[in-house]
């Protein structure tokens, strides 16, 4: 299975795919897509390839941005969040790496006022525009979702997992179709093989139309005479099959992908459902992950703060040793640049923030407290204006900020009980390491 990483990066924008506002409502992405299925369609752009590639470039931009959650998701995360690593062609996607047209229309056809299918009827007023009639129902599978813990190695570098899926697939006896033998189906006497049926109303308006499913065969445009013996006609059966995901790196707590067509499979040769594949990330014990960044917190003895020295740093690839200039201040927050977590939009790499502390004995014996009494007569113990103004203005932006200040409650917490906190809890998130961070 080929996971092309770089093939999403090129994929449109679909609110620009639309020409809709990102603020736009579901009825004007509707309209949106609309007009653009209507200049497109095959059946007004006969051979023209160009034509049809837009037509599902359209119709993937719809079905993202036509749904809640999935727009939600592809607001945050643009089309990795949607598909991956993949996009067009790849393991994961929407139209683009496997839907026919016929999909399409059997999933939207009916925005355009028939049933399902393209502009058969419904388009009608348009001097037969869409000429190809309606289009046969074809039942679609259910989505099937797993959970995937990574750690942060895995997510730094992108990692293939395999899936055991417990799932429907096609029935191997029938081939999927549901009918016993060849002759087992044949074409609906009720609607005649085209899935709808033309109701006529009388209204003080004259004479109004409508199409609906044909109630004989449920819009597929045939019945099944001999149902198969091992499905009973459903064309499906509960199997296993095993999956191989390739995770992009950079991926993020709460994403999810999506695996176009690994889902459950469609009743009669139907569309499968997708398996939607979301991300948890595994607690690390050292380092706090600030979307690409990673945080360490360092605790430097005093002497080695006031002397110098090396200290070794864990990172995603192993310890570093990183050197400390005499008289380090705590508060400082030294940068190892590349050392974080790659973009999942291939947009660089975050860096490693080293964030320092300095530790103060809490017990002396006569000699160290000795010691000390006599380095405190020493003017360079005591700390000048300059020195004063630079750490205090730093806890004076930490505290200034609601969410810096939980964060360090938090660190501290940690530091008394031992518990790891994932991002330091979800109240202070993202936003309370960036403020303490860049404060400094």
């Known amino acids: 299975m080929e996971n092309n990483i770089h093939s999403y990066m090129e994929k449109r924008d679909y609110y620009e795919v639309l020409e809709v506002e990102?603020?736009?409502?579901?009825?004007?992405?509707?309209?949106?897509?609309?007009?653009?299925?209507?200049?497109?369609?095959?059946?007004?752009?006969p051979g023209d390839k160009v034509a049809e590639e837009k037509f599902k470039e359209a119709a993937e931009a719809y079905d993202v941005l036509s749904n809640p959650d999935k727009r939600a998701r592809y607001d945050q995360f643009g089309h990795a969040g949607m598909s991956g690593a993949a996009g067009n062609g790849g393991p994961f996607g929407g139209f683009s790496?496997?839907?026919?047209?016929?999909?399409?229309?059997?999933?939207?056809?009916?925005?355009?006022?028939?049933?399902?299918?393209?502009?058969?009827?419904?388009f009608s007023g348009f001097g037969g525009f869409g000429g190809g009639g309606a289009q046969q129902r074809r039942y679609r599978g259910s989505d099937l979702r797993v959970k995937v813990k990574l750690n942060l190695k895995e997510i730094s570098t992108g990692v293939e997992k395999k899936f055991k899926l417990k799932k429907y697939v096609?029935?191997?006896?029938?081939?999927?179709?549901?009918?016993?033998?060849?002759?087992?189906?044949?074409?609906?006497?009720?609607?005649?093989?085209?899935?709808?049926?033309?109701?006529n109303q009388q209204t003080i308006l004259g004479t109004m139309q409508t199409r609906t499913t044909c109630p004989t065969c449920g819009g597929e445009g045939k019945v099944i005479k001999n149902k198969c013996k091992e499905c009973a006609g459903e064309g499906i059966v509960y199997g296993e099959e095993v999956v191989t995901v390739k995770i992009p790196a950079g991926v993020a707590e709460g994403m999810q992908l999506s695996m176009g067509g690994k889902g459950n499979a469609g009743k009669h040769n139907g569309v499968p459902g997708d398996l939607l594949i979301l991300i948890e990330e595994e607690q690390d014990k050292e380092l706090i992950r600030d979307e690409n960044d990673l945080i360490y917190n360092l605790l430097l003895s005093f002497p080695t703060a006031a002397l110098g020295g090396a200290v070794e740093i864990p990172t995603i690839d192993g310890k570093v040793k990183v050197k400390i200039e005499s008289g380090t201040q705590p508060g400082k927050v030294l940068r190892l640049r590349g050392k974080g977590l790659p973009n999942v939009n291939g947009y660089g790499t975050?860096?490693?923030?080293?964030?320092?502390?300095?530790?103060?004995?809490?017990?002396?014996?006569?000699?160290?407290?000795?010691?000390?009494?006599?380095?405190?007569?020493?003017?360079?113990?005591?700390?000048?204006?300059?020195?004063?103004?630079?750490?205090?203005?730093?806890?004076?932006?930490a505290f200034r900020h609601k969410k810096s200040y939980i964060w360090n409650v938090a660190f501290l917490c940690r530091k008394e009980?031992?518990?790891?906190?994932?991002?330091?809890?979800?109240?202070?998130?993202?936003?309370?390491?960036?403020?303490?961070?860049?404060?400094f």
């Open 22 to 45: 990102k603020t736009a409502s579901a009825e004007e992405i509707k309209k949106a897509y609309r007009k653009k299925a209507i200049q497109y369609h095959p059946d007004k752009n």
């Open 97 to 122: 790496g496997g839907m026919s047209m016929d999909d399409i229309f059997s999933m939207f056809g009916d925005i355009f006022g028939g049933h399902s299918g393209g502009f058969g009827g419904g």
């Open 170 to 199: 096609p029935c191997s006896h029938c081939h999927g179709t549901g009918a016993e033998g060849d002759g087992g189906a044949e074409t609906c006497p009720t609607c005649k093989g085209s899935g709808t049926v033309i109701r």
């Open 350 to 397: 975050g860096d490693l923030l080293v964030n320092v502390s300095v530790y103060v004995p809490e017990t002396l014996n006569k000699e160290e407290k000795k010691a000390l009494e006599e380095m405190e007569r020493s003017d360079n113990f005591k700390p000048n204006t300059s020195i004063k103004e630079k750490i205090f203005k730093k806890f004076k932006n």
């Open 417 to 439: 009980s031992g518990l790891y906190f994932n991002k330091c809890t979800n109240f202070a998130g993202n936003s309370a390491l960036s403020a303490q961070t860049n404060s």
